[in-house]
């Protein structure tokens, strides 16, 4: 019998995908946003240079590069209402601030990721407001 994927890893892997992208020279992100029922992607993002500007890094400075964050543009790309429940596929961990956008964008459920971030503080941000975090291995 096939093994199928679950849809956490499904999304997951088309964030890995996107992330390929991301003309960050220190690491690449990305970012997908669906219905909790899996059934429909609502936003995908990447980190890189904002549109229009040079696809490089402004900065060489850890954390401070210049670009924005793969969950930032999916945030930006997203025009469901914030009353439609929400999932989050990142690559990885997101940071203190993604983690606020995240939650700003309303209805977030759950966060899925694959690898650890530098940072770890997003887990507790995400949880005081009653957002799931989930780390996945693929």
């Known amino acids: 019998m096939t093994s199928r994927p679950s849809f956490p890893e499904v999304y997951l892997e088309l964030a890995t995908t996107l992330a390929k992208r991301s003309t960050c020279a220190r690491l690449q992100v990305g970012t997908v946003i669906t219905t909790t029922d ?3 992607v ?3 993002g990447y980190n890189g240079n904002a549109s229009g500007l040079d696809n490089c890094c402004d900065r060489t400075e850890q954390g401070n590069c210049g670009c924005l964050h793969s969950e930032e543009n999916a945030v930006i790309n ?3 209402p914030r009353t439609l429940e929400k999932f989050v596929f990142v ?3 997101p940071c203190v ?3 606020k956008r995240l939650i700003n964008l ?3 459920k759950k966060v899925f990721y694959h690898n650890q971030y530098r ?3 997003s887990i507790d941000i995400l949880n005081k407001v ?3 975090v989930e780390q996945i291995q693929l």
């Open 38 to 40: 899996f059934r429909k």
């Open 42 to 44: 609502l936003a995908v």
């Open 78 to 80: 997203c025009d469901s």
């Open 91 to 93: 690559t990885h961990l």
């Open 97 to 99: 601030a993604c983690a």
């Open 106 to 108: 309303g209805n977030v």
């Open 119 to 121: 940072l770890t503080d």
């Open 130 to 132: 009653g957002i799931e």
